[in-house]
């Protein structure tokens, strides 16, 4: 088989921190997908979040670290290309699952996913990691989840609430904040793909991307990988998403070799 990742889009990823895969998934990985994102949205779980305003004409739902009810979501994660394919991108010889989350926008949903990175509301440090951005409903160029070209290589920016903007994360002035990205738009590389099911934009923890509303349905899974050097980082603060009790079980700077976190593809001898 083909390599889902050549070594010229493993360099656009190292370089830009942000990569589009086509066809990454079969139509029949695509289907598992679809109905795993649907019971999901029929049985939401506790850890649910609504990020649109009452007032939104549309509605968008997130949720979390679902794949150990949810068949298909784990039939996707363990079954598919994605584990390959984030060792190729991250150089790594192992493969963890860090978390996955699905968020849906419905039609109309006027509600933006604001400029963030991703890494600093986590519990993890560490340069070898890898997230997968996959709709299972065509994404217009319009629509999708774009990137400012190279800015996974830092710094870290602070991380605040998308609806009040608070930081609650780490304490106000420790980090710098982030620039205002739609007024320079002109001075940087903005990255974006219109997407159809079964193609994935592949990037970095750390790199800055946003997304506007959505005309039409928007359903999306989205996954975490950690590679070789990724390290846990426990917080005073709830992280997002939450992994109560870990701190108990896994001394800060330790490999995430947990159950929680299992591995997913590894490198042939």
């Known amino acids: 088989m083909k390599p889902v990742v050549d070594p010229a889009t493993a360099a656009a990823f190292a370089r830009d921190g942000a990569v589009c895969l086509r066809g990454v998934l079969t139509p029949a990985e695509v289907d598992l997908l679809r109905a795993g994102i649907d019971a999901n949205l029929a049985q939401p779980s506790p850890r649910a979040k609504v ?82 951005w996959i709709p299972v409903d065509p994404v217009p160029r319009a629509a999708t989840l774009e990137f400012v070209a190279g800015s996974h290589r830092g710094p ?13 994360w780490f304490p106000e002035g420790s980090l710098a904040d982030l620039p205002d990205i739609e007024a320079t738009r002109a001075e940087r590389e903005i990255l974006g793909w219109a997407l159809e099911p ?14 506007r509303g959505a005309d039409a349905r928007r359903r999306v899974f989205s996954v975490r990988f950690l590679g070789d050097d990724m390290r846990h980082a426990p917080r005073a603060w709830v992280t997002s998403p939450e992994f109560p009790g870990l701190a108990d079980e896994l001394p800060a700077g330790a490999a995430m070799e947990h159950a929680l976190f299992p591995v997913v593809w590894e490198r042939a001898p």
């Open 51 to 132: 990020a649109s305003r009452p007032d939104d004409p549309g509605y968008f739902i997130e949720d979390f670290c679902n794949w150990q009810t949810n068949d298909a979501y784990r039939g996707v994660v363990f079954g598919s290309a994605l584990g390959a394919a984030a060792g190729a991108l991250t150089g790594s010889r192992r493969v963890r699952l860090y978390h996955d989350h699905m968020l849906t926008k419905e039609p109309g949903t006027r509600a933006p996913t604001p400029w963030h990175q991703d890494q600093p509301y986590y519990n993890v440090e560490g340069r070898q990691n890898c997230s997968f």
């Open 156 to 168: 870290w920016l602070m991380p605040r609430s998308f609806m009040d903007n608070q930081a609650k």
């Open 198 to 211: 079964g193609d994935a934009v592949a990037f970095h923890m750390l790199a800055l991307h946003a997304s």
